[in-house]
């Protein structure tokens, strides 16, 4: 793979999806790319990056003499290429052919040498110079001809830059003959299907630069006009391209209407990335368009849509930031359908950034209103799976949570949208973990992953294969847990799902613990804790992740322990189903400091029954006892102890959680 750093998007989501596909095969693949460019698969264990150096004096008048052919060479005219040059290669064959083409240079009995006084002529001094140098030597039919085929992009067709030119096939034939001499261009296939491609980027960019702006406008509405005409038939595959040349023609309706169309393209194919492109670019066309009510209208759905795969992602900031310049003009024209879809991106903000759970609650409950009162499946959709997950964080109810969350999975199921189902499955699972219903959390976790692996949807793999992870630990079965919660935040970090992959890397943190690799939880930790706080989400996670390194950290050694910064971590916690979850660890880190410490423990241990008790949390109301019959137990009370283990085992069994079971059946029969 060459040149990475002209990748886009989609091409670098393919590389690493192809990275983390390789792990144990035996495989080489080789990527070229500028120094400047930043790949996220540095940390790779089986890469290894090589530095490409300049070329030596040596290695650079070798190289010379294979393109001039001869290793007799004058050595004033290698002192000129070495000096020009730099021992960069591009730079060296292109500034040789430049020397070619100005006649500078000529072969006499097999020597190349200068062929005129150096101080007479204009040598080209950057590679941008050497590029020009050999444009500006071609017939000016050509020359334009090329500037035409470099405003359409690195590679067009024949038949695309016939239509453009509108020159007749001899003339057209005859012009890129002349570009193929010149080795600017070069031609793949067969006429007339034949792909004419810049031999190099950099050629394509230097070229479209010295087309003055007049006439770039004037040719990317000619190319923009030409793809309509000649893809008329699927013309659905040529609707990014339509977007940018419109936009670049300054046709801004036209631009506008075709980013639309490559917005909802990205979306069915669920490439998140371009779609957010493309939605920005919508934006900017419609701005720059006369401000009617029309086009204003058209600015709602715009920054609206926006928002929305913004919120699929969990960049609330970015969402919020989308949606609320246009949260007046929607409430001035009344739109309704658009009023619903705004306050649930307001709701999703407040929610998980944490400002205001009761602003949260306000903002879903006028968009469930206005969903119910228009019919809007799509705002019914959006709201619905938002007021349900809401249920599970800003406050504690699984029921409401259930059943807004089975409204959202119905409205995908009839929708055979299988990457929405297999989505909202994963999170009505999570509402079963929370719950401690880990049978049904397993089973709908399971009926997730099979529809996103039939679906080969990358987002739905990425949600799905965490909150399987999560069901797997919460049934007891780690390793397999681990696989999954990898897997998952693997594709959540490539996809750059925000929340969810918090969310596993939190579990992973909590599993590691379980399995005594206490550097491993601490690393998991702090992965979540940078995620979180770098895009300001959850801040009660990220404490929680706090108190997990804190734990982790006395067990490797650590003494020196900052309890009441624990205490601040608890008592700032926002999220309702943490609330036992922090106190229990907090318990934990107190029993295990030193013996005078135990009373201190009972009391928090005590708190995270209360809170599990209070907020539901079954499977957690079940970890709490077996650390209250752990403390016991160092306390000398075996009866207590045996008591509490109990508890937590009859718990278990009733959340189905087997694997955990049989762990603490096994401790109790020790004890």
Not at 185 to 207: C, D, M, N, W
Not at 517 to 523: F, K, L, W
Request: a negative charge; hydrophobic letters at 40%; one cysteine or more.
């Amino acid at each position: 793979f060459e040149d990475l750093h002209w990748s886009d998007r989609s091409s670098e989501e393919v590389m690493k999806s192809i990275l983390e596909s390789i792990t144990g095969f035996r495989i080489l693949l080789i990527f070229t790319y500028r120094p400047e460019y930043v790949h996220t698969w540095g940390t790779k264990s089986y890469h290894s990056q090589v530095t490409l150096n300049r070329l030596s004096n040596r290695e650079s008048l070798n190289m010379t003499a294979h393109v001039l052919g001869t290793e007799d060479i004058d050595p004033a005219l290698a002192d000129l290429i070495l000096e020009k040059t730099e021992g960069i290669p591009f730079v060296i064959e292109e500034f040789i052919k430049s020397l070619k083409d100005l006649r500078i240079i000529e072969r006499k009995n097999n020597t190349y040498h200068l062929g005129k006084d150096i101080r007479e002529v204009t040598i080209p001094s950057t590679i941008q110079d050497v590029i020009m140098a050999r444009v500006d030597i071609l017939p000016e039919a050509a020359k334009e001809l090329l500037q035409t085929g470099s405003a359409i992009e690195r590679e067009f067709s024949y038949e695309l830059i016939k239509t453009v030119t509108g020159l007749s096939q001899d003339k057209l034939l005859s012009h890129l003959s002349v570009l193929k001499d010149s080795e600017l261009l070069y031609e793949r296939g067969i006429y007339p299907q034949s792909i004419y491609i810049f031999k190099h980027a950099l050629t394509q960019e230097v070229v479209y630069n010295s087309i003055l702006i007049r006439r770039k406008k004037k040719l990317h509405e000619m190319i923009g006009h030409a793809i309509e005409e000649l893809y008329k038939d699927n013309i659905n595959e040529h609707y990014s391209k339509l977007a940018d040349h419109f936009m670049e023609g300054k046709n801004y309706e036209k631009g506008a209407e075709y980013s639309k169309l490559t917005v909802r393209n990205f979306g069915k194919a669920a490439s998140r990335n371009e779609a957010i492109d493309y939605a920005y670019k919508r934006i900017d066309c419609i701005e720059k368009l006369p401000q009617t009510d029309n086009v204003q209208k058209q600015l709602i759905d715009a920054r609206t849509n926006l928002g929305i795969i913004f919120t699929e992602i969990n960049h609330v900031v970015e969402s919020k930031d989308t949606v609320e310049p246009i949260f007046d003009l929607a409430l001035k024209q009344n739109y309704k359908k658009r009023l619903s879809q705004i306050n649930t991106i307001l709701g999703q903000y407040y929610l998980f950034s944490e400002k205001s759970f009761p602003k949260a609650f306000e903002h879903l409950k006028e968009a469930l209103r206005i969903s119910e009162e228009l019919k809007d499946v799509a705002s019914k959709l959006l709201v619905n799976y938002w007021v349900g997950l809401a249920n599970t964080f800003g406050k504690i109810n699984f029921t409401d949570s259930e059943c807004h969350l089975t409204i959202s999975t119905d409205i995908c199921i009839a929708a055979n949208s299988s990457w929405g189902t297999a989505s909202n499955k994963s999170t009505l699972a999570q509402t079963y973990f929370l719950n401690g219903k880990i049978n049904s959390c397993l089973q709908v976790s399971g009926e997730a992953i099979e529809l996103a692996e039939d679906s080969g949807d990358v987002f739905s793999k990425a949600v799905t294969n965490t909150m399987h992870g999560v069901c797997l630990y919460g049934k007891g079965f780690l390793v397999e847990a681990v696989t999954h919660l990898l897997k998952g935040t693997n594709l959540c970090d490539s996809m750059n799902i925000l929340v969810w992959n918090g969310f596993g890397l939190t579990f992973l943190g909590e599993i590691y613990y379980e399995m005594e690799d206490y550097q491993q939880s601490m690393e998991y930790f702090s992965q979540a804790i940078k995620i979180l706080e770098h895009n300001r989400l959850l801040p009660s996670y990220v404490n929680l992740c706090k108190t997990g390194i804190t734990r982790a950290n006395l067990m490797i050694g650590e003494s020196d322990i900052q309890i009441e910064s624990l205490f601040r971590y608890a008592s700032k916690n926002n999220i309702k189903h943490i609330d036992g979850w922090i106190s229990k660890i907090i318990g934990e880190i107190l029993l295990k400091i030193n013996g005078k410490s135990i009373p201190e423990a009972e009391n928090w241990t005590k708190k995270a029954i209360e809170a599990d008790k209070r907020n539901g949390m079954m499977w957690h109301l079940a970890r709490d006892y077996a650390l209250y019959a752990d403390l016991f137990k160092r306390k000398g009370d075996l009866s207590k102890a045996r008591e509490n283990l109990v508890k937590g085992i009859e718990i278990f069994k009733e959340c189905g959680a087997d694997g955990w079971v049989k762990k603490y059946e096994e401790e109790l029969a020790q004890m």
